[in-house]
């Protein structure tokens, strides 16, 4: 979401170095020890269940180099990596936003800033599923089309889209189908699907396995719960009422979903309407006081410290699905739901 809140963090340029992570495959000593803390609570609420396991990072917004060296937050996605390889993730999922126009379109176009994300995406040993967002095109100099070409080969085994920036990923042995969708696939507007994606998720949703749950990622939350103040109904537009009527068909005529993962607010939300379960993560984005809701509790943390990325664990017989916090808030964010 904005950039006035983005510009306004201003961490400083020592905090950033002082993260002390080189290009490589360093991550530091407190990132196990966050994930580690986070596998605790796994293990025991897992004990034998067979289910799917992501892990979720959203609204990166980030620097590199010399530019916005406030934010240095690509890194995490080398930690995200690592908790996917400790925790024995299905998939890294990325919900989007990770590029941030301003600075960087003052200094370069883009390329360097998403070249180094796919860079550091090719490490992890799972496959890597993305959820574009709104700051994900460099104001439209990347196009749908380009993302696409550039996202299939971190997941070779995903039914893609024809434009290659959306698709789906099954996982047979978690009688589980994921979709990961561009929710700015509209040119010109921000938000919006465009009607070949959501012919494509109606046909692939209403054909998910019968005794598998879908799990649809999205990096916008097509509610007036998603939004900033002043408080207003969804940017989508019809297309995102396209978009939740999908879903809220496919439950009412019996289908399995257990959740619409989402980022693009800035703030964690939990809730559930038209009988679809909806989880918004904070992630890595700020957002100033004076757009905040009232009813929401920022977790207040430090990128140069703490990570936080969600584990997401879907467990498809049990119709159960759990978020648990790595990181920033830790067991006092974890949620679930019952789909
Ligand atoms: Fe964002």
Redesign the pocket.
């Known amino acids: 979401?904005?950039l006035a809140a983005?510009a306004a963090v201003g961490m400083s340029s020592k905090s950033a170095a002082a993260e002390g992570v080189a290009d490589g495959e360093d991550v530091p000593a407190w990132v196990d020890a966050e994930i580690a803390e986070t596998k605790g609570r796994f293990d025991k609420w897992r004990k034998g269940r067979n289910c799917a396991v992501f892990v979720a990072i959203?609204?990166l917004?980030s620097g590199i180099d010399d530019v916005a060296k406030y934010r240095h937050t690509a890194k995490h996605i080398l930690y995200a990596n690592r908790a996917a390889e400790m925790l024995g993730a299905d998939a890294v999922i990325n919900l989007?936003?990770w590029g941030l126009e301003y600075p960087v379109k003052k200094h370069h176009d883009g390329q360097k800033l998403l070249d180094t994300v796919f860079e550091f995406h090719s490490r992890a040993k799972v496959p890597t599923l993305f959820a574009t967002?709104?700051?994900d095109h460099y104001y439209r100099v990347f196009s749908n089309e380009y993302l696409g070409l550039r996202y299939p080969r971190f997941c070779r085994g995903a039914v893609f889209g024809a434009s290659g920036d959306y698709g789906y990923l099954d996982l047979p042995e978690k009688k589980c189908r994921v979709f990961f969708l561009n929710s700015s696939s509209e040119f010109p507007r921000h938000y919006g699907f465009d009607g070949a994606q959501l012919d494509f998720f109606r046909k692939n949703l209403s054909e998910t396995p019968k005794g598998w749950a879908a799990f649809v990622c999205t990096?916008y939350c097509v509610d007036i719960l998603g939004s900033w103040l002043p408080i207003q109904p969804h940017f989508a537009g019809k297309s995102g009422d396209r978009f939740r009527r999908i879903m809220e068909e496919y439950v009412a005529g019996g289908g399995v979903l257990a959740a619409n993962l989402t980022?693009?607010?800035?703030f964690d939300r939990t809730f559930s309407k038209d009988g679809v379960n909806i989880f918004i993560s904070q992630?890595y984005?700020t957002i100033e006081e004076k757009h905040r809701p009232k009813d929401i509790v920022l977790e207040k943390f430090n990128p140069n410290t703490q990570m936080l990325a969600e584990l997401v664990a879907i467990d498809a017989d049990a119709r159960e699905i759990k978020l648990l916090r790595i990181g920033a808030g830790g067991q006092s964010r974890d949620r679930g739901a019952k789909f």
Do not use: E, R, Y
């Open positions: 979401m904005g983005l959203t609204d917004h989007g936003d967002g709104n700051h990096h980022g693009d607010s800035h992630g984005g």
